[in-house]
């Protein structure tokens, strides 16, 4: 049985999705207060927590927001190598990818859990994702889990491991590794 049964010809056309984006302090969310004070338009339906750095996003709090009804999460923070806290990214990256596909593994879409990287002077880049995020979930229609999604108990994050920095494969995030 999938987590997740999708009726893609039955979305009615008023529907909008749900979406929680978790918002790194220092970064995404001084990018997403740019956009707003420079009026750059974005769908209302996406709702912006600030986290103190994407290093220390939760995983379980992306559980809860499906579980909850959520159609679908954002985690945002710093360009990997420009965190305020040296290395929470490059936590939150290794992470979120080992998350991304526990949540695949159960059958959840991939479109309703993204990451992204945009820095605070990168206004237009939050405002372009958030939109790509909405049309994404918006085109897969409104969740509808046959079961909740089990909670995973992942790993610590290790202690100032030069591995560990080094454990992340290039190809977690391609075209956000590269940018």
């Known amino acids: 049985m999938s987590v997740v049964e999708n009726n893609a010809n039955m979305i009615p056309e008023d529907w ?11 970064c995404t969310y001084t990018g997403a207060d740019l956009a707003g004070l420079n009026r750059m338009n974005y ?15 939760n995983p379980q709090y992306v ?3 499906l579980n909850k009804g959520c159609d679908g999460v954002l985690v945002c923070g710093c ?3 420009d965190c305020h806290y040296v290395t929470g990214n490059y936590y939150a990256r290794r992470r979120m990818m ?19 990287w945009i820095s605070g002077a990168e206004a237009g880049k939050f405002r372009d994702t958030v939109m790509k995020a909405v049309e ?3 085109a897969l229609g409104p969740i509808n889990l046959t079961r909740e999604i089990p909670y995973f108990e992942l790993p610590a994050m290790p202690d100032d491991d030069e591995e560990a920095f080094n454990a992340v494969p ?10």
């Not at 909008?16 to 220092?26: D, G, L, R, S």
């Not at 769908?43 to 996003?57: D, E, F, K, Q, T």
């Not at 080992?98 to 992204?116: A, D, N, T």
Request: charged residues 30%; contains cysteine; hydrophobic residues 40%.
């Open 98 to 116: 080992i998350f991304k596909r526990l949540l695949e593994y159960e059958g959840l879409e991939p479109g309703r859990f993204q990451v992204k």
């Open 136 to 138: 994404d979930v918006r």
């Open 63 to 65: 559980i809860e927001a």
């Open 16 to 26: 909008e999705p749900k979406i929680i984006a978790f918002c790194c302090h220092w």
């Open 79 to 81: 360009h990997p190598g």
């Open 170 to 179: 290039e190809e977690v995030f391609p075209e956000e590794v590269n940018a």
């Open 43 to 57: 769908p209302a339906n996406v709702r912006v927590l600030r986290i103190p750095c994407s290093g220390r996003m």
